[in-house]
C-alpha cells in the first residue's frame, strides 16, 4: 500500500506544478475558463502519470488507461474549442469579480485560490478510481470478470452519450434562429443535461473496472464517482448552470417542468 501512496502523492504534486504554470498563463491572458478544458486533460495525465509509474500488465489497467484517454481526450477538445470560440465563462467571471469586490484580493490571487487550487484537489479525488486502479491491477494479477467489462461497456456509452449531446447542441447553437430558444430535441428531450449524465455514466463504468479487482479497491475509489454526482447534479455543475438559464432563456421553466433534470426519461406530457 504504501508503494500506491507514493505513486498518489507524486501525481499530485506533478498536478500541482502543472496547476501552477496554467495559473500563470491565465494571469498573463485575464481568463481561467479554459481550466474547464484542463478538467478533463488533467485526469488523463493522472492515469499516464499512474501507468508510467507501474506499467500497464494487467488488463483492468490497459481498460481503465484507454478509457480515460478516450474520454479526456474527447472532452478536453471540445471544451478548449468551445472556450476559443466563445472566449471567458461568464460564471468564472461573475466568481472572480465577486471575490475580489467582497474580499479585496487581487485578480490572480482569486483566480488561484477559487479556481485552480480548488480545482486540483476535485480533479485528483475524481480520478481515484483510474489512478489506484492502474496501480492495483499492475501490482498484482487479477482475473478480469464480467464487472469490469461491464464497467467498460457503460464508460463507452457514457463517452457516446456524452459525445452525441455535445454534437446537438453544438450544431443547435450554430443556427442563428436559435438564439435565445432551447434546445428540446434529441438526447435533450429526456435530459436537461446529457453531457453531465454521459460523464457521471463514465465514471461510474471507470470505477466497476477498478471495483473489479476487489471490495478494497471498490471502497477506496467510490468517493470519485459520488463526489462528481454531487458535484455535476448540486454544485458547480446542473445548479450553477440551470440559475443563468432561468434568466436567460424565456422558455426554461416550461422546458423544466416537462424534462429530466438528469436521468434520460420520457418527457412528461402537459407540464
Known amino acids: 500500500m504504501s508503494e500506491g501512496l507514493t505513486l498518489l502523492a507524486l501525481n499530485f504534486a506533478g498536478l500541482i506544478a502543472v496547476i501552477l504554470i496554467l495559473w500563470g498563463i491565465a494571469v498573463a491572458i485575464r481568463d481561467?475558463?479554459?481550466?474547464d478544458a484542463f478538467w478533463a486533460f488533467g485526469m488523463v495525465l493522472l492515469a499516464w502519470g499512474s501507468a508510467l509509474q507501474?506499467?500497464?500488465?494487467?488488463?483492468?489497467?490497459?481498460?481503465?488507461?484507454?478509457?480515460?484517454?478516450?474520454?479526456?481526450?474527447?472532452?478536453?477538445?471540445?471544451?478548449?474549442?468551445?472556450?476559443?470560440?466563445?472566449?471567458?465563462?461568464?460564471?468564472?467571471?461573475?466568481?472572480?469579480?465577486g471575490v475580489t469586490k467582497q474580499r479585496g484580493w487581487s485578480w490572480p490571487v482569486a483566480a488561484l485560490v477559487m479556481v485552480f487550487l480548488m480545482q486540483a484537489p476535485l480533479?485528483?479525488?475524481?480520478?481515484?478510481?483510474?489512478?489506484?486502479?492502474?496501480?492495483?491491477?499492475?501490482?498484482?494479477?487479477h482475473p478480469v470478470g464480467p464487472l469490469a467489462w461491464a464497467g467498460a461497456a457503460i464508460a463507452i456509452a457514457g463517452i457516446a452519450?456524452?459525445?452525441?449531446?455535445?454534437?446537438?447542441?453544438?450544431?443547435?447553437?450554430?443556427?442563428?434562429?436559435?438564439?435565445?430558444?432551447?434546445?428540446d430535441t434529441g438526447?435533450?428531450?429526456?435530459?436537461?443535461?446529457?453531457?453531465?449524465?454521459?460523464?457521471?455514466?463514465?465514471?461510474?463504468?471507470?470505477w466497476l473496472v477498478a471495483a473489479d479487482m476487489g471490495w478494497g479497491i471498490a471502497l477506496a475509489t467510490a468517493i470519485g464517482p459520488i463526489f462528481l454526482t454531487f458535484t455535476l447534479t448540486r454544485w458547480s455543475g446542473k445548479a450553477l448552470l440551470e440559475r443563468g438559464l432561468h434568466k436567460s432563456r424565456p422558455g426554461y421553466a416550461?422546458?423544466?417542468?416537462?424534462?429530466?433534470?438528469?436521468?434520460?426519461?420520457?418527457?412528461?406530457?402537459?407540464?
Open 32 to 35: 481561467v475558463s479554459f481550466i
Open 54 to 97: 507501474v506499467g500497464v500488465e494487467g488488463v483492468h489497467a490497459q481498460l481503465l488507461l484507454g478509457l480515460v484517454t478516450l474520454w479526456g481526450l474527447r472532452l478536453a477538445i471540445h471544451l478548449f474549442l468551445r472556450w476559443r470560440a466563445h472566449g471567458e465563462d461568464p460564471r468564472y467571471a461573475k466568481i472572480l469579480g
Open 123 to 141: 480533479l485528483f479525488i475524481t480520478c481515484l478510481p483510474a489512478q489506484i486502479g492502474i496501480w492495483a491491477s499492475a501490482t498484482e494479477a
Open 161 to 183: 452519450f456524452e459525445s452525441i449531446g455535445d454534437a446537438q447542441l453544438n450544431a443547435f447553437r450554430r443556427d442563428p434562429a436559435n438564439k435565445g430558444r432551447v434546445l
Open 187 to 206: 438526447l435533450w428531450r429526456y435530459t436537461r443535461h446529457p453531457n453531465y449524465f454521459g460523464d457521471a455514466l463514465t465514471w461510474w463504468g471507470l
Open 254 to 271: 416550461d422546458y423544466v417542468q416537462r424534462t429530466s433534470g438528469f436521468l434520460p426519461w420520457p418527457p412528461k406530457t402537459g407540464a
